[in-house]
């Protein structure tokens, strides 16, 4: 197991192509949720979870069933019905974690529940299988990859809500009142991750 | 919502202009930045939105009184997925050099709430046509809104619209960065509140 590699690939995901700062990816829900420190926490432990999850599952999906000759010798290339098993996947994987999360800690439900529930059309949920499969990273990779853009995304919210909870006593001018100034300051943040870009030459 | 009152045309404008998916509702933004950094790109997902918004509104309503609703998200999910890998393959093979770029955000079109939405509230309600002028005009609401921050872009920060050179002299490299991309849509968004605020006397909260 080549550490370095995984090491670099957790550190490209989270920080020099961070998903929301350089690939633009999962900004719905990170201006939805980024509001108020205790959500940006919340959701950022659930999607981490459910996005290391997730890249196993559709890794060993996409490699032992969907590539050619994968099941048996012979057997199709469906590699072009990705996207819809992929969808397929993470909307089956959260549906089942939140019934069963219901049952089995409902303590925790009643805290992280409701963000599984937005994950699903989350654009970073469904472009990391793709890249992973893209690219054609191992196992112990792909989930090296989930979990680098999970903490990538639980940096950007962090960051996101504590300007945020700031900003809420700022004298905004009218216009920007709400989403155009959490933009701008999206913008800025952006501009310093830009400062990442040469960490690791590859 | 009672769209069965408006016209035809009315439900175009609609989606060009009052509900506009980018300025007004704020959703769907991811793409809205990651492909504007130039104009081509930024009209090759615009149109693509157009295909599939539009197809799935009209396939949507086709079908509408057979869906069981226990089963709608699903159902919705696969068409959309459907549409999406449609043109996904269309433009892997008759759009290379510009598939190379945008490919993944072609992609990730499965994922646009605004498409889900508009399926759940009005392609699922309304007869055919309806469904196709308005999935039409949210369609092209969408393209507009790219062509407006991908000329911002390209402009200032290239000096260029569709690689042809216009002004020449130091353009403002960051609005082609990341960086830039959420600066544009901020701004322009202040630009249509304000605009909002003043003529129309509105409110101007777009989003949160």
Not at chain 1, 124 to 149: C, D, Q
Not at chain 2, 33 to 57: C, D, E, H, W, Y
Not at chain 2, 164 to 189: N, Y
């Amino acid at each position: 197991m080549d550490f370095n590699k995984l090491f670099e690939l957790i550190i490209a995901a989270s920080l020099i192509n961070n998903f929301v700062f350089t690939r633009f990816l999962g900004l719905c829900i990170f201006f939805g949720v980024s509001k108020k420190m205790e959500t940006a926490i919340g959701m950022s432990i659930t999607f981490t979870s459910v996005m290391v999850i997730s890249a196993a599952l559709s890794w060993v999906v996409f490699t032992q069933v969907m590539m050619e000759n994968a099941l048996y010798a012979g057997s199709p290339d469906l590699t072009f019905l990705k996207i819809i098993i992929f969808i397929g996947i993470v909307a089956a994987f959260v549906q089942s974690a939140d019934t069963i999360m219901k049952k089995v800690s409902p303590t925790m439900y009643y805290k992280l529940g409701v963000y599984l529930a937005l994950i699903t059309t989350n654009c970073i949920i469904l472009a990391v299988p793709l890249i992973n499969a893209g690219e054609g990273y191992t196992f112990i990779e792909s989930m090296a990859f989930g979990l680098g853009s999970g903490l990538g995304f639980a940096l950007a919210l962090i960051i996101m809500a504590s300007i945020r909870e700031k900003l809420e006593l700022a004298d905004v001018p009218r216009p920007f009142r709400g989403l155009p100034i959490s933009f701008v300051v999206a913008g800025l943040i952006a501009l310093a991750f830009t400062g990442f870009s040469g960490l690791i030459t590859l | 919502m009672a769209h069965t009152h408006k016209s035809n045309l009315e439900l175009i404008k609609n989606g060009m202009f009052s509900e506009n998916t980018i300025f007004r509702m704020a959703i769907s933004l991811c793409p809205s930045i990651a492909v504007t950094n130039s104009l081509k790109n930024g009209m090759a997902l615009g149109i693509a939105v157009v295909f599939v918004q539009t197809m799935v509104n009209v396939t949507i309503s086709a079908i509408r009184k057979f869906i069981h609703p226990k089963i709608r998200i699903p159902i919705f999910m696969l068409i959309i997925a459907g549409y999406v890998t449609i043109i996904d393959m269309v433009m892997s093979t008759y759009f290379r050099a510009i598939y190379a770029q945008i490919g993944l955000y072609i992609q990730i079109i499965v994922a646009f709430a605004s498409i889900f939405a508009r399926a759940e509230v009005f392609a699922s309600k309304n007869k055919v046509i309806p469904s196709f002028m308005d999935g039409f005009g949210m369609g092209v609401g969408f393209l507009l809104a790219m062509i407006v921050i991908s000329f911002f872009r390209e402009f200032l920060g290239k000096g260029e619209l569709f690689g042809i050179t216009i002004v020449a002299g130091k353009p403002l490299l960051i609005m082609i960065l990341p960086a830039g991309g959420f600066l544009a849509v901020g701004l322009l968004m202040a630009f249509f509140n304000w605009i909002d605020m003043r003529f129309y006397g509105g409110k101007g909260a777009s989003g949160v």
